[in-house]
């Protein structure tokens, strides 16, 4: 094995085209089925796997977010908890999907570290394994080890890819305000104690996606209320998206990015060039039909 190696890997955002909570848990999670889909927008991480005694390089990966809560430093105790490696590790994250916009971010970077890891070390995990490490992680964690679409159920746990999916054009706008994850399910907890079902299936979700156009999707987002009641703007996100021609919209995760499914990216930036407010990012995406790859430099 080199003294020392080093990759590259993009680590995709995803969108919630589908979200739905079905209840709290004995565990203090809850349970959800979702359906999962990677998009083109990516942070990027560069990493370098070395000797034992050179020294890791993990502090202030990522501004504004502590070492201790930083999900690719979790990433590698876990693994080497798991293998017992001791490499050294040092790691740039280039940062470009926002924080607190419920676009995965934090798990889709703790993802990506521990497909680099597990390379790096000849692939002494497999993919199975690597998923219940994610689980400690994050909830959205194993989407990102399992595939570029999926439904996801449990507390995120159990993955089931989907194949073959459309591909699809959507703009997508992240407000200057960050939704925590936690407040959000606290005020879902409140609102909604006996959390009342509108059901899909997985079968439904999955027939619906590969089957109908999107101005036919069923597909609902169980924050929605809970985000609407408390930010206007994403009433106005909706009105303006409809006008603009989308053929389904929505809020991803638990806030606060905003995204609207169009024909293609024209129809998609023609929208977003209407749409007024202040924005961490406003642009077009596009669904992946695979996840990046690890690449080595």
């Known amino acids: ?102 676009l995965g971010g934090g798990s889709s970077d703790a993802a990506a570290m521990l497909k680099v890891l597990n390379r790096a070390a000849g692939f002494p995990l497999t993919k199975e394994a690597l998923i219940l490490l994610g689980v400690e992680i994050g909830s959205d964690v194993p989407f990102f080890l399992a595939g570029a679409c999926a439904v996801v159920e449990g507390r995120g746990e159990r993955v089931l890819p989907v194949r073959n999916g459309p591909r699809i054009a959507m703009a997508l706008v992240v407000p200057d305000f960050p939704v925590g994850t936690a407040e959000a399910y606290r005020w879902l907890d409140l609102e909604e104690p006996d959390f009342p079902h509108k059901t899909l299936s997985r079968d439904d979700l999955i027939r619906a996606f590969l089957e109908e156009t999107p101005e036919r999707w069923r597909f609902f987002n169980s924050f929605s209320a809970v985000l609407f009641e408390r930010y206007p703007l994403f009433t106005r996100l909706e009105a303006g998206f409809r006008k603009g021609g989308a053929l389904f919209s929505g809020v991803s995760g638990s806030g606060s990015s905003y995204f609207g499914v169009f024909p293609g990216r024209r129809e998609a930036e023609d929208c977003l060039a209407e749409i007024e407010g202040s924005f961490r990012f406003a642009g077009v995406v596009e669904t992946l039909s695979g996840l990046p790859p690890v690449v080595p430099v």
């Open 1 to 102: 094995m080199p003294t020392e190696a080093t990759f590259i890997v993009d680590a995709p955002a995803k969108i919630n085209i589908h979200l739905e909570i079905m209840g709290s848990r004995p565990d203090g999670y809850h349970e959800l089925r979702s359906l999962f889909a990677a998009v083109d927008l990516a942070d990027r991480l560069h990493v370098t796997i070395g000797a034992p005694d050179e020294g890791d390089r993990l502090r202030d990966l990522i501004g504004g977010v502590d070492d201790r809560r930083n999900t690719v430093v979790r990433a590698v105790e876990l693994f080497r908890r798991e293998t017992g490696s001791s490499r050294a590790v040092a790691v740039k994250v280039e940062k470009r999907i926002p924080l607190g916009a419920g």
